[in-house]
């Protein structure tokens, strides 16, 4: 049980972190519409050999996620959560300076792979909310994360694309501006929220996912579970930012427009749910349910988006599989229940790192699998495959997320 220090107003700081997680998104999307160009600009090559340096920049920025969240975590666990969360925007806001300066091709990598190292930042991001948070409060707090994925979502790509029109380098220049200020505000208003008695040493033996969940597994086994169900997940959800925009092309013919309004209500649709319907539907469902009515609008959304035929039935669907919004935060707050509270930036880390295992295997398997089901070439001609892949991914994440709860026995609703 941990619900912050008595007697301290968290407000500000959970507004820093909720800041700390919208600003990377914002980040992560309003470079977006200009990152081709600026590629082929200082790499000198067409768009074709650009994508594919695209394609090995996210490669690379997810493989840093995958080797830094465990360590982020781990020292938050030891110096406490304030330190590493200013340090991490601090490191952010330089890295897109850099990025924004970057003369040559090499600099643009350097700053990419250091954006993966600064993203990784989240894992003590979710500790700090379960640090202040009662735990049968916290997936509705962890709600509020996606909430800010959400708004990045729709807000970055759209701010991205007006930014570049004036320069293809000042969306860099923004992004950097707002995790300054960010820095700013936190040195201002950022509470510490570990105890100094609830910290423990560092050791960077254990500081990869591996030997985290082997530790976090003594003291409860259902971690395993919930961390593979988690990871699983988001090999599901990923297919949205891989290869939808594709999928749409290619199966209702979309225009740029269309995607981008699309996308656009992906984002605003997930951020209500999320941030607004979960809070609500929380109270009445408790979180194993929650996880099922998310899994099932996601079999749902995938059924519309292979039978649609008009525009309104897919965004039909994309109303519908908002409501998966409610998986991720529900089962992280069972999770963060099974550990204790001074193990939670280790967890953090360890599902962080996990999941970046997702974003690295995720669009080469949506990418292909599209590859093959459209075209004049296709194996067979239904361009919505993916979504069909993802659906089933969909229900091994919950298979496992049932184990988890089954054994743990102790899914209760919300009091």
């Known amino acids: 049980m941990s619900g912050g ?19 990377d ?19 000198h090559v067409p768009i074709s050999v650009a994508a594919g340096y695209a394609g090995w920049l996210g490669a690379g920025y997810a493989t840093m996620q995958f080797v830094c969240a465990p360590v982020i975590g781990n020292l938050s666990d030891r110096f406490g959560r304030r330190p590493v969360l200013l340090a991490s925007v601090l490191m952010l806001g330089l890295d897109y300076l850099l990025q924004w300066g970057a003369p040559v091709f090499g600099w643009l990598i350097v700053g990419r792979l250091l954006a993966g190292v600064t993203g990784a930042s ?53 992004a950097a501006l707002l995790a300054l200020a960010n820095f700013a505000f936190g040195l201002a208003f950022l509470r510490e929220s570990l105890p100094r008695e609830r910290r423990r040493p560092f050791d960077w033996r254990t500081a990869n996912a ?73 109270p009445r469902l408790g979180e194993r349910r929650a996880v099922i009515v998310g899994v099932g609008a996601t079999l749902i959304a995938s ?30 707050a069972l999770n963060s ?31 292909q699998t599209l590859a093959h089901c459209s075209g004049p070439d296709a194996w067979i001609a239904l361009p919505m495959m993916p979504m069909l892949v993802s659906a089933t991914i969909a229900l091994i994440a919950l298979g496992l997320f049932l184990k988890g709860a089954a054994k743990s026995g102790s899914v209760s609703k919300v009091a």
């Not at 998104?25 to 790499?43: E, R, S, T, Y």
């Not at 229940?337 to 295997?361: C, F, H, P, T, Y």
């Open 5 to 23: 220090a008595p007697g301290i107003d968290h407000r500000a700081s959970l507004g820093f972190v909720f800041a700390i997680v919208l600003i």
């Open 210 to 282: 591996v030997s985290s969940l082997r530790v976090l597994r003594r003291q409860n086994g259902t971690v395993l579970w919930f961390v593979a169900a988690l990871a699983t997940w988001q090999l599901s959800h990923i297919v949205y930012p891989a290869v939808w925009s594709y999928m749409a092309i290619a199966a209702y013919g979309f225009t740029t427009r269309q995607v981008g309004l699309a996308l656009a209500l992906v984002g605003l649709t997930s951020a209500l749910a999320q941030g607004v319907l979960l809070r609500r539907a929380l």
């Open 122 to 174: 989240f894992s003590a991001a979710y500790a700090y909310i379960a640090d202040i948070t009662p735990p049968d409060q916290r997936a509705a707090r962890f709600g509020l994360v996606g909430l800010a994925f959400g708004i990045g979502f729709v807000i970055g790509p759209a701010l991205g694309g007006l930014l570049g029109s004036i320069s293809p380098r000042l969306p860099f220049l923004v």
């Open 337 to 367: 229940r099974a550990v204790d509270a001074r193990s939670q930036g280790e967890l953090q880390g360890a599902v962080q790192s996990v999941g970046a295992l997702a974003q690295i295997a995720g669009p080469l398997l949506y990418a």
């Open 303 to 332: 059924v519309l988006y292979v039978v649609a035929h008009q525009t309104w039935v897919v965004y039909l669907a994309i109303t519908i599989g908002a409501l998966q919004g409610f998986v991720q935060p529900s089962i992280a």
């Open 25 to 43: 998104m914002l980040g992560f999307g309003i470079v977006i519409p200009v990152l081709p160009g600026l590629i082929m600009d200082l790499a």
